[in-house]
C-alpha cells in the first residue's frame, strides 16, 4: 500500500510560479507510476501530468505543455510539479495518484491517491 501527501500549493499571481510534492511513504515507491491530476469547483477532475517509473518518460495534458514540469525522485519517495506562467484557469485543488499502469490520464487506472492541496492564481 501506498500513502500519498501533497503539499506547496497557496495563492500565487497570474505568471508566477509554484512547486508541488508529492511524498509517498513504503518502499515501493519505485513500483509506480506517477500522475498529477486537478479538480476546480463544479468540474470533473482532469488529468495534468503523468511520468514513468524510472521517470525516463512523461506525458502532459494540452493545457499545461511547456509551462508545467513533472520530475521523480525515488531515492527520496517524492514526485514533483513545477508550475510556471501561472493562469487563473489552473486554480484547482491538485492531487498526486499511483497506478501500475504508466502514463495513462484515465482516473480510474490510479490506485492510490493523496488529500489534494489548493492552488489559487488570482488575475
Known amino acids: 500500500q501506498v500513502q500519498l501527501l501533497e503539499s506547496g500549493g497557496g495563492l500565487v499571481q497570474a505568471g508566477g510560479s509554484l512547486r508541488l510534492s508529492c511524498a509517498a511513504s513504503?518502499?515501493?515507491?519505485?513500483?509506480?507510476?506517477m500522475a498529477w491530476f486537478r479538480q476546480a469547483p463544479g468540474k470533473e477532475r482532469e488529468f495534468v501530468a503523468a511520468?514513468?517509473?524510472?521517470?525516463?518518460?512523461?506525458r502532459y495534458a494540452d493545457s499545461v505543455e511547456g509551462r508545467f514540469t513533472i520530475s521523480r525522485d525515488n531515492r527520496e519517495n517524492t514526485v514533483y510539479l513545477q508550475m510556471n506562467s501561472l493562469e487563473p484557469e489552473d486554480t484547482a485543488v491538485y492531487y498526486c495518484?499511483?497506478?501500475?499502469?504508466?502514463?495513462?490520464?484515465?482516473?480510474?487506472?490510479?490506485?492510490?491517491w493523496g488529500q489534494g492541496t489548493q492552488v489559487t492564481v488570482s488575475s
Open positions: 495518484a499511483a497506478s501500475s499502469v504508466a502514463l495513462t490520464s484515465t482516473p480510474g487506472h490510479y490506485d492510490y
Open positions: 513504503g518502499r515501493t515507491f519505485s513500483s509506480y507510476a
Open positions: 511520468i514513468t517509473r524510472s521517470g525516463g518518460n512523461t
